[in-house]
């Protein structure tokens, strides 16, 4: 039996796994290895006894005993913590689903990695963050890294079989978020109840908010050139309202491959739970004719201030993505605390990014993990006095 990992089980794209590891037969297909989750300590106790998992990890260690408790009967191990995470991340397992939110899933990631497995990578922020360590990581170690995120996964499909030095530009779709049709004007005084709803996709709420302020896309364009290895220039984003297609690779011979299906994170899942096999999948299957027309338009600088930020911080390379996915998580959390409004967190950003770029660290250093981790903690500080300058 396979043995699999889920790390952040009991959010947006845990669930989505778990839902298909059950219609693939749950506990008796799966040897379950870790599952781990947060503050939500009933749901993850239900998933672990649900699929007979080895141990259950909180990352808060004010809830072991909850879990501990929850869990009390049974044969299951609990625990708790950054530390314990990271040691059930080391356990043998053959595919491990990297689907915790933030910076917080690069150590686990990588300790998957080093034990060889199959990391199914929904954890954008660690490729960002490190992207050149964990490929290395995986290369070292006879890993195997793959894409979940649905724009990635789709350039992915796109190329089996074709020569990456065939490829002109990988263009990945934005559905322009919760504020696309808003005028511009208003955009300052959005709310979070506002910036936390999105027009196609159910997701977790911080990845919700990066949608509308095209944070998110900044964080894919840097996945792009991460995992794929193309040069900046050769990465486009497109706004698709309808979310239908979610890549496109060009190739030197003016030949577009694009990849269309329903906004469900269970198609990208499942091709990387069951890759290099396709499995039938419970995802809507598209009617066209019915759908009748698709939409695009380039994305506008004014309303997503926070997009080209991306093409500045590959141009600056070294630990400049590092700096820019510690600062946009620290101005994410201002804007969840009210501390900011919806645009100064594009501003708190590029603050942070300006007053680390005279320090030589940023591009000299090597993207080791001490390093990534000290630029990591060096940018929320810059972020947080960026805040605090700019708080309203
Ligand atoms: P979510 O907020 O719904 O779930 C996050 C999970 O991580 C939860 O299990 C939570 O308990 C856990 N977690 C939170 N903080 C943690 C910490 N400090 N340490 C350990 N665990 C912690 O998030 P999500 O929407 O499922 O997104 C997860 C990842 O997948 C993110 O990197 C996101 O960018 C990426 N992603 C999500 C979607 C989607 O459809 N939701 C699509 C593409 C990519
Ligand atoms: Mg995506």
């Not at 693939?24 to 106790?45: C, K, P, S, W, Y």
């Not at 890294?145 to 990945?172: K, N, T």
């Amino acid at each position: 039996m396979r043995r699999v990992s889920i790390f952040g089980s009991t959010g947006s794209i845990g669930e989505n796994t778990i839902d298909l590891l059950m219609r693939q037969g749950g506990a008796d297909a799966f040897d379950v290895v870790a599952l781990t989750g947060g503050r939500n300590i009933q749901r993850l106790a239900d998933q672990a006894k649900a699929l007979r998992a080895d141990i259950a990890v909180t990352c808060y260690p004010e809830c072991y005993d909850a879990l501990k408790q929850a869990l009390a009967g049974t044969q299951i191990e609990v625990a708790a913590g950054a530390d314990a995470i990271a040691d059930a991340a080391a356990r043998p397992a053959d595919w491990v689903m990297s689907a915790i939110v933030g910076a917080a899933g690069l150590v686990p990631g990588l300790k998957a990695l080093e034990q060889g497995t199959t990391l199914a990578l929904a954890n954008k922020e660690s490729l960002v963050t490190a992207g050149p360590l964990l490929m290395a990581t995986a290369k070292q170690h006879g890993a195997t890294v793959l894409p979940v995120d649905s724009e990635h996964s789709a350039v992915f499909q796109a190329l089996v079989g074709e020569d990456m030095a065939a490829v002109e530009r990988v263009i990945i779709t934005a559905s322009g978020g919760a504020f696309r049709d808003w005028p511009i004007k208003d955009l300052a005084d959005a709310t979070l109840e506002q910036a936390s709803s999105h027009p196609n996709w159910d997701m977790g709420q911080r990845i919700t908010i990066d949608s509308a302020s095209m944070f998110n896309k900044a964080l894919e364009v840097i996945e792009v050139k991460e995992f794929f290895g193309v040069h900046p220039d050769q990465i486009e984003v497109l706004v698709h309202p309808e979310s239908l297609i979610h890549a496109l690779v060009g190739f030197c011979d003016g030949a577009l491959m694009a990849h269309l299906g329903a906004p469900d994170m269970r198609h990208a899942i499942g091709y990387a739970l069951n890759w290099p096999r396709r499995e039938k999948l419970p995802v809507e299957r598209l009617d066209l004719a019915k759908i009748g027309q698709l939409n695009f338009r380039t994305p506008d600088g004014a309303r997503y201030p926070a997009l080209h930020l991306a093409w500045d911080v590959m141009k600056t390379g070294g630990l400049a993505g590092a700096a820019f996915n510690a600062a946009k998580e620290r101005a994410l959390d201002g804007f969840i605390a009210g501390e900011i409004g919806f645009l100064q967190m594009a501003d708190v950003v590029e603050a942070t990014l300006d007053a680390l770029s005279g320090d030589a660290g940023l591009t000299n250093a090597s993207i080791n993990l001490d390093n990534v981790l000290q630029i990591d903690h060096l940018a929320r500080q810059r972020a947080e006095q960026a805040i605090r300058s700019q708080s309203r």
